[in-house]
């Protein structure tokens, strides 16, 4: 059966967090508290940049991670953009990295809420 495009952009949606959920294991909350959303600014600035050079100049074939793995990072910075913005971004991190179970339980989650909606 064919992916639906919901099905498709919650799929996404969930590898990218899955992408800010491990970095922020490894940085931890300083490295975006020291700045807030204007160091946001310049990580997203650079990580343009590097498309702009990617894109433009290199046709796509960089020698460090991939044109997808720079569109995930400016995701996952708006993703903690909003994050800032509803004062949650200091939640408590989970004890583990492997956070595959607690997915799939959002992901449920997930389409609860977006049954309740279509409702």
């Known amino acids: 059966m064919k992916q639906s495009y919901e099905e498709a952009c919650r799929e996404a949606a969930l590898e990218i967090a899955q992408v800010v959920i ?40 960089p020698k460090n991670e991939s044109v997808v793995d720079t569109f995930i990072d400016i995701a996952g910075y708006g993703i903690i953009a909003v994050m800032l913005s509803k004062g949650n971004f200091t939640a408590e991190l989970q004890e583990s990295k492997s956070t595959e179970s607690s997915f799939s339980n959002y992901g449920q989650v997930v389409r609860e809420l977006l049954v309740k909606t279509e409702e």
């Open 22 to 61: 491990n970095k922020q294991h490894d940085y931890g909350h300083d490295n975006i508290l020291a700045f807030r959303e204007k160091g946001l600014v310049v990580r997203l600035w650079d990580k343009v940049a590097r498309l702009k050079n990617l894109m433009w100049k290199n046709d796509y074939e």
